[in-house]
Nanobody
Framework: QVQLVESGGGSVQAGGSLRLSCAASTSTGSGHTMAWFRQAPGKEREGVAAISPGGALTFYADSVKGRFTTSRDNAKNTVYLQMNNLKPEDTAMYYC?????????????????WGQGTRVTVSS
């Protein structure tokens, strides 16, 4: 069982930056792909970014490429999402997720463990 706790959300103006963190209760570096999803009111949950267990591979949604960067520190059991040049359309609840299995990184139902989420609000 892996428990995930997100932090770092908040309210910023467009063009600003935030750094989200996701702390895992146990080691995830041995095999868990970690991902960030977001869900805006009235919309489906969408994949934002993912990172392979060792950190060598990263994946991003087209809407955030060049603005968001995900990284991980397996010694600290923590994954990060650096968000720069934020836009109002980035406003959502952001969730951290973990899985051991393969498949498309952006498919939410492929992830076993989820955090409670942290809210990001970007004003214009």
């Amino acid at each position: 069982q892996v428990q995930l706790v997100e932090s770092g959300g908040g309210s910023v103006q467009a063009g600003g930056s935030l750094r989200l963190s996701c702390a895992a209760s146990t080691s995830t570096g041995s095999g868990h792909t970690m991902a960030w999803f977001r869900q805006a009111p009235g919309k489906e949950r969408e994949g934002v970014a993912a990172i392979s267990p060792g950190g060598a591979l990263t994946f991003y949604a087209d809407s955030v490429k060049g603005r968001f960067t995900t990284s991980r520190d397996n010694a600290k059991n923590t994954v990060y999402l650096q968000m720069n040049n934020l836009k109002p359309e980035d406003t959502a609840m952001y969730y951290c997720a973990a899985r051991l299995s393969g498949g498309s990184w952006s498919t939410a139902n492929g992830y076993t463990y989820w955090g409670q989420g942290t809210r990001v609000t970007v004003s214009s």
